[in-house]
């Protein structure tokens, strides 16, 4: 079982930064996938970043990409997403994810608001 805390959300004006952060409790192995997703009321949860817990590869979703990064801290059992140059469509509850084959864990999620 894991347990994943997201903290960092918040408030900005666009073109600001926010870094989100991820803890997760409990065994992370290497096989696990760490992600990041968002979601805004009346739609779907869509997908933002992953990164490998082993081997550090990164995929993106290409409205975030050049803008966000995505990374793991393995002694911390933390995972991070540096927002850059934040837009008003950014603007969602940001959830945390770790799959491990086909079994999904989530955070709480943490609000990000950016005004325009």
Do not use: H
């Not at 408030?11 to 996938?33: N, P």
């Not at 540096?82 to 950014?90: A, I, P, R, V, Y």
Request: net charge positive; charged share 20%; proline share 1%.
């Amino acid at each position: 079982q894991v347990q994943l805390v997201e903290s960092g959300g918040g408030l900005v004006q666009a073109g600001e930064s926010l870094r989100l952060s991820c803890t997760a409790s409990g065994r992370i192995f290497s096989s696990y996938v760490m992600g990041w997703f968002r979601q805004v009321p009346g739609k779907e949860r869509e997908f933002v970043a992953t990164i490998r817990w082993s081997g550090g590869i990164t995929y993106y979703a290409d409205s975030v990409k050049g803008r966000f990064t995505i990374s793991r801290d393995n002694a911390k059992n933390t995972v991070y997403l540096q927002m850059n140059s934040l837009k008003s469509e950014d603007t969602a509850v940001y959830f945390c994810n770790a799959r491990l084959f086909t079994t999904d864990y989530w955070g709480q999620g943490t609000q990000v608001t950016v005004s325009s």
